[in-house]
T-cell receptor, first 113, second 115 residues
Framework: ELKVEQNPLFLSMQEGKNYTIYCNYSTTSDRLYWYRQDPGKSLESLFVLLSNGAVKQEGRLMASLDTKARLSTLHITAAVHDLSATYFCAVADYGGATNKLIFGTGTLLAVQP | DVKVTQSSRYLVKRTGEKVFLECVQDMDHENMFWYRQDPGLGLRLIYFSYDVKMKEKGDIPEGYSVSREKKERFSLILESASTNQTSMYLC??????????????FGPGTRLTVL
């Protein structure tokens, strides 16, 4: 059974600092997704990582995937308040007729001025 | 842009009521999903469907059923609502095949409270 773990669960950081969110998963998969959720809102897709060594960047966020280590990271550079949200990683589970996504528990990021 | 809509943003029901949550997507996606989201538990898959009239159980199907009579519409049914079904319910859809990388697109969510 595929399990996805994120850490930390909660991250309070100051504006201008750098930090990394980690996403570990338990069985082989080569597709990993990062989503953002603002309070009271739905999930918005940030990145789709499709292969080992994939790296994608958008603004102050950079995501990478190491399929051998079964690890993805979401790195935040010089955080700003607008990045405050909950971030989820999700891993493709190829069992069955449809590719499901298994989600981590989410990381609540609070960027303090 | 893909648009996934859900019939209600907020819903309050009483224990024992039958509850229908509706989801509609406008991008001709084959796959549709229902999740519930609870604090500290992330998103958990209730049911999904990969074609009209086809459905598969997710991780937590107990107490729920689904209906997919048309490709664009996927309904979640709580046959007899209970207080432990108070949650945020999220619908999502995705394309079959590699072109869309199985990326799921989410609706705005329905916050259901069962009293």
């Amino acid at each position: 059974e595929l399990k996805v773990e994120q850490n930390p669960l909660f991250l309070s950081m100051q504006e201008g600092k750098n930090y990394t969110i980690y996403c570990n998963y338990s069985t082989t998969s080569d597709r990993l997704y990062w989503y953002r959720q603002d309070p009271g809102k739905s999930l918005e897709s940030l990145f789709v990582l499709l292969s080992n060594g994939a790296v994608k960047q958008e603004g102050r966020l950079m995501a990478s995937l190491d399929t051998k280590a079964r690890l993805s990271t979401l790195h935040i550079t010089a955080a700003v308040h607008d990045l405050s949200a909950t971030y989820f990683c999700a891993v493709a589970d190829y069992g069955g007729a449809t590719n499901k996504l298994i989600f981590g528990t989410g990381t609540l990021l609070a960027v303090q001025p | 842009d893909v648009k996934v809509t859900q019939s209600s943003r907020y819903l309050v029901k009483r224990t024992g009521e039958k509850v229908f949550l509706e989801c509609v997507q406008d991008m001709d996606h084959e796959n549709m999903f229902w999740y519930r989201q609870d604090p500290g538990l992330g998103l958990r898959l209730i049911y999904f469907s990969y074609d009209v009239k086809m459905k598969e159980k997710g991780d937590i199907p107990e107490g729920y059923s689904v209906s997919r009579e048309k490709k664009e519409r996927f309904s979640l049914i709580l046959e007899s609502a209970s207080t432990n079904q108070t949650s945020m319910y999220l619908c999502a859809s995705s394309l079959i095949g590699s072109g869309n990388y199985n990326e799921q697109f989410f609706g705005p969510g329905t916050r259901l409270t069962v009293l």
